[in-house]
């Protein structure tokens, strides 16, 4: 008997687990989320939220999701911005810093009286409270205000402030005072004053669905897309709005999501994944302030300082770019290299830089003291040992650099590059100088091999095809033409207009392309 009712428990087990997806269907409310193979895969009671953020939760409603919009710790949204303020009193670099403790927070940015308006008919501020701070800031008499986000203040604040901006010396902050429900004006006050504030997101709101034809979809997914058309597709996007979404054809599709022609899909830190005609394609990419240099096969990134430094300085900025001071190993390098400071930074002023190899403490004379590279995958070779192009006057730099007496007396000698004068390809050649000479900062990264497809060639974030002319200059020497060759960019000079041989060279001039 006893066995009888442990089969009977068990197969009213068995039962309730093969119909909890039957049950969970039919429970009153409740929402369902199903799976790829059709089986249920979540079910969220009726009055239940999910996926809350700071602004945002999504909430199970009689069997459908709702985005409900909230604030944390009050319920006043005004612009799509959440708002709060203090009932303390402050100065206004203090209601800043305490702003901003709050993650995505900063002093209110009145960009629009709108904004003002909703203030106070939303009561987002108490009645007993009259003069607020918000993210106004003139730091001196003769600079207009700005908001926090470096935004100018519009006219039609700056013209009601009272008193006049004249009539404060230093820095000087805005206020916003309530004169009564309806209301209100602006003050100029010295910003070490006292005063409540408001504290608003600095990012509106954002939805985490979007509903469509009476169903809900998060943000990023395809909503429907074009039987006969890749490129056409509506997607559930940020706003939580649903967009349709039309790419240039020829398109690529990347996790679901259509690309048109030449559009990157993908950045990382030293390469780009783009859409060319149809097809993903992976290329080299430089960070913010960096120029991608292509030679022999390889992509390295660039950068030179605007201003001039001493070794240990340049090293320094350097690193602050997360970079390290260029190391030449190639003549194709030197080239390429040379090339980019001829026609780019030439005009700037860059007539001598630093690079990365030094002797950094001098030996005594019985000892040999080379140059030698001091980053990267040379690090510690000698740079005579890898390639060299010493100007004339420097082939010492070569050589044992304690057998110059001139050098050997001083604790460190870097590496340098130095313009000619010359117009003609060789325009900067190799030196080696004291470090306490200022020079450009040259800084090297994100050497790698090149991610190019086929010939096609990448310049300023467009691909070219084999044999396009990417640009040229014709009339403010020095003149130059840029061609895709083979998938490497190639500048070459050119003779400018007006000059005594006007001739254009063909595209085509100075390589073979291939047969069409």
Same mark, same amino acid.
């Given at each position: 008997m006893r066995d009888r009712y442990?089969?009977?428990?068990?197969?009213?087990?068995?039962?309730?687990l093969s119909t909890a997806e039957q049950t969970c269907e039919h429970t009153r409310g409740s929402c369902i989320t199903y799976g790829p193979d059709g089986k249920v895969e979540s079910c969220t009671p009726n009055g239940v939220y999910i996926e809350r953020t700071t602004c945002f939760y999504n909430v199970c409603r009689n069997g459908n999701w709702e985005s409900k919009s909230t604030c944390?710790? /009050?319920?006043?949204?005004?612009?799509?911005? *959440?708002?709060? @303020?203090?009932?303390? &009193?402050?100065?206004? %670099?203090?209601?800043?810093?305490?702003?901003?403790?709050?993650?995505?927070?900063?002093?209110?940015?009145?960009?629009?009286?709108e904004i003002v308006k909703s203030l106070f008919t939303k009561h987002c501020v108490p009645k007993i409270l009259k003069s607020f701070w918000v993210g106004g800031r003139s730091s001196s008499k003769s600079n207009p205000f700005a908001w926090t986000n470096g935004k100018p203040v519009s006219t039609s604040i700056?013209?009601?402030?009272?008193?006049?901006?004249?009539?404060?010396?230093?820095?000087?902050?805005?206020?916003?005072?309530?004169?009564?429900?309806?209301?209100?004006?602006?003050?100029d006050s010295s910003c070490s004053d006292k005063r409540s504030f408001?504290?608003?997101? /600095?990012?509106?709101?954002?939805?985490?669905? *979007?509903?469509? @034809?009476?169903?809900? &979809?998060?943000?990023? %997914?395809?909503?429907?897309k074009s039987p006969t058309c890749e490129c056409t597709r509506m997607i559930c996007q940020p706003d939580g709005q649903v967009h349709?979404?039309?790419k240039e054809k020829p398109c690529c599709l990347y996790h679901d999501r259509p690309y048109g022609n030449n559009e990157v899909v993908v950045t990382g830190d030293c390469y780009q994944i783009l859409c060319h005609k149809g097809e993903l394609v992976s290329v080299p990419h430089c960070p913010e302030n960096f120029t991608l240099l292509t030679y022999n096969g390889v992509a390295s990134c660039y950068h030179v300082s605007k201003e001039n430094y001493n070794s240990k300085e340049a090293y320094g900025h350097c690193k602050r770019l997360n970079s390290e001071m260029a190391v030449v190993s190639s003549e194709g390098e030197n080239h390429a290299l040379e090339n980019h400071l001829f026609y780019n930074n030439l005009h700037g002023g860059c007539k001598n830089g630093w690079l990365g190899a030094a002797v950094r403490q001098m030996s005594p004379p019985n000892f040999k003291t080379y140059l030698t590279w001091q980053f990267g995958m040379l690090r510690g070779m000698p740079v005579a040992s890898i390639y060299e192009?010493?100007?004339?006057?420097?082939?010492?730099?070569?050589r044992n650099v304690a057998d110059v007496s001139n050098v050997a007396a001083v604790p460190e000698v870097i590496l340098g590059i130095t313009y000619t004068g010359s117009q003609e390809t060789n325009n900067y050649c190799w030196n080696c100088t004291h470090g306490y000479e200022l020079k450009n900062a040259i800084c090297e990264t994100c050497v790698s091999c090149e991610h190019r497809y086929s010939d096609v060639c990448l310049d300023c974030g467009k691909i070219y095809d084999n044999g396009e002319v990417i640009n040229q200059e014709t009339e403010i020497a020095p003149?130059?033409?840029?061609?895709?060759?083979?998938?490497?960019?190639?500048?070459?000079?050119?003779?400018?207009?007006?000059?005594?041989?006007?001739?254009?060279?063909?595209?085509?001039?100075?390589?073979?392309?291939?047969p069409q």
């Open positions: 442990i089969a009977l428990i068990f197969l009213i087990a068995t039962v309730a944390r710790d /009050t319920n006043c949204q005004v612009g799509g911005r *959440c708002i709060m @303020n203090s009932r303390g &009193y402050s100065s206004w %670099e203090e209601a800043r810093e305490i702003c901003r403790m709050l993650p995505g927070y900063d002093l209110l940015n009145v960009e629009d009286e700056t013209s009601q402030v009272q008193p006049p901006r004249d009539s404060i010396f230093g820095p000087a902050c805005l206020a916003l005072e309530k004169a009564s429900s309806n209301t209100h004006y602006w003050r408001i504290c608003a997101m /600095t990012e509106p709101c954002k939805p985490l669905i *979007c509903r469509y @034809n009476g169903q809900t &979809y998060n943000i990023g %997914e395809v909503v429907w349709l979404v039309q192009d010493f100007c004339e006057p420097y082939g010492h730099c070569s003149c130059y033409k840029k061609v895709c060759n083979h998938g490497i960019v190639e500048k070459k000079s050119i003779a400018c207009k007006g000059s005594s041989d006007d001739t254009i060279d063909d595209p085509t001039d100075g390589f073979t392309l291939p």
